[in-house]
């Protein structure tokens, strides 16, 4: 017989998870502006390594109430794992926001559904049907369109913010095994804390040290991260995964108005043509899997 203390998942309500995505998707679109403004002038190690220490900063009212015990679990080995998986999808994911067009960058970190499907069967052994395997075919073919006829392909900007969204499908795997064992705020504290230390080496390798207003961004870059990945982890804890994935994608939207608006970028007909083929393959693969699962499955975000 369960035990009466046991804990019951939060009711449904979509309108109040929709209104935490949205507050979460703003929180990391306004983090790709601001790191875009910092690169000018910082290498992403360094803005990676800042960003962990301040996002550190959201992390400690939680610790001095509940002590040590928000680092509790009982599978450290699979925090370990998506602390790797983060590491690299962070870095990745900085330096292609710095080196490339924001829309772009920020529509590239959206196939991370499509290497979900390819790790699903080269690692875990898992058969994908025909229509699901088109789909992952077809969004790879909107990454063709996004890049290929404006010849970025061969760039290395391109590479990482690809990089970056494999890596975030190993950190979401191991996402959908601990969310509901360990909790939001257990999940954050280990990717917190955690980050700190993961990326002070490479940013030792090429230390530069912030000036005046960059600290300023940096702190910024810190708070609303960790701002939004508490954000999602609540939208999704109490919303359906088929209403808040679609929500997500408005950060396409507000990284192309950020990017027109403070840079200058005029987003080419190919960004648009392959973000639309993009998000509706990936939107198809997300439907496809809730009528398997029924679970709810939060995204993992770089920054």
Same mark, same amino acid.
């Given at each position: ?51 962990? /220490? ?26 370990? /794992? ?7 999808? /962070? ?5 292609? /926001? ?26 875990? =052994? ?21 890049? =290929? ?61 912030? %000036?005046?207003? %960059? ?6 870059? =810190? ?27 408005? %950060? ?52």
């Amino acid at each position: 017989m369960a035990s009466s203390s046991a804990k019951l998942p939060p009711p449904i309500d979509n309108i109040k998870g929709a209104l935490w995505m949205i507050a979460g998707s703003t929180c990391f679109a306004i983090v790709t502006a601001l790191v875009k403004v910092l690169g000018t002038d910082l290498h992403p190690f360094v803005i990676v390594f800042f960003r962990s /220490i301040f996002g550190v900063s959201v992390m400690l009212p939680f610790l001095a109430h509940r002590g040590l015990s928000i680092f509790r679990t009982h599978k450290p080995g699979l925090h370990l /794992i998506r602390l790797g998986c983060a590491t690299v999808s /962070i870095i990745a994911a900085f330096y292609a /926001i710095a080196h490339m067009p924001l829309a772009t960058a920020v529509s590239l970190s959206f196939t991370r559904p499509l290497f979900m499907i390819l790790l699903a069967v080269f690692l875990l =052994g898992e058969v994908v049907r025909w229509r699901r395997g088109l789909a992952t075919l077809v969004g790879f073919g909107g990454v063709i369109v996004m890049l =290929g006829p404006t010849g970025m392909f061969s760039e290395p900007a391109a590479f990482s913010a690809l990089l970056s969204a494999a890596a975030i499908s190993g950190a979401l795997a191991v996402i959908r095994k601990q969310a509901a064992e360990d909790g939001p705020i257990t999940l954050m504290a280990w990717y917190a804390f955690g980050l700190v230390i993961t990326t002070s080496v490479p940013a030792l390798t090429v230390w530069q040290t912030p %000036q005046g207003i %960059q600290w300023v961004y940096l702190s910024a870059v =810190g708070l609303f991260s960790s701002a939004g990945q508490y954000l999602l982890i609540r939208a999704f804890a109490i919303g359906e995964a088929t209403v808040m994935n679609p929500i997500d994608y408005i %950060q396409i939207i507000l990284a192309a108005l950020f990017g027109l608006l403070f840079f200058s970028e005029v987003p080419s007909i190919w960004t648009g043509i392959g973000s639309i083929v993009i998000v509706a393959s990936t939107l198809y693969i997300l439907f496809r899997e809730s009528h398997v699962k029924k679970t709810p499955t939060p995204p993992v975000h770089a920054e």
